[in-house]
């Protein structure tokens, strides 16, 4: 099977990460896509516990048989540098063809990414376009996601942190079981 693979924080995870993994299926023709929240972020954002992310992670995809929620990265307390997942991924599922999938505002900031050079002579990287931000640099091995049906949203983490910090709903932002999780949780406070 071609595997996509969405790696993020996921903190939270949202409907944008949701358009990108459906999108991936319906114009990239994956076969799965694989969301796989981080352990620890490689720029060192403060994220709420990984036990948290992956948790609201398996609630966006649920009921949705080609997504997929990986927890490597968290089982095997990666670092969040990419390269250091891919032999893991490898050795756990030979039979699959990856590709990782990325959102267009990640391209300003790829090349600080740990040992990039190596990451995309190794994986290719479909990269999704994003409201706000430019299709550009593109690395070798990287394609963009084009179709004249493709939707672009610039929904974000951040973004849904800010709402909930300063008391705005976020219920068009993410999943209705996501919303609940942070609320009984009381992340993001």
Known sequence: MHIGILGAAFNPPHLGHLLMAQQALDFAHFDEVWFTPTYHHTFAKQTELPE???????????????????????????????????????HAYPQHLFTFIIGSDNLPTFHKWGRWQELVNQLPFLVIPRAGHANTPLYENMSVLEHPLLVITNISSTGIRQRLKAGLPIGYFVTSNIQSYIQKHKLYK
Do not use: C, Q, W, Y
């Open 52 to 90: 948290h992310r992956l948790a609201m992670a398996k609630l966006m995809v649920a009921g949705n048989p080609r997504f997929k929620v990986s927890a490597l990265e968290i089982e095997h307390v990666l670092d969040g540098n990419t390269i250091n997942l891919l032999p893991i991924l490898r």
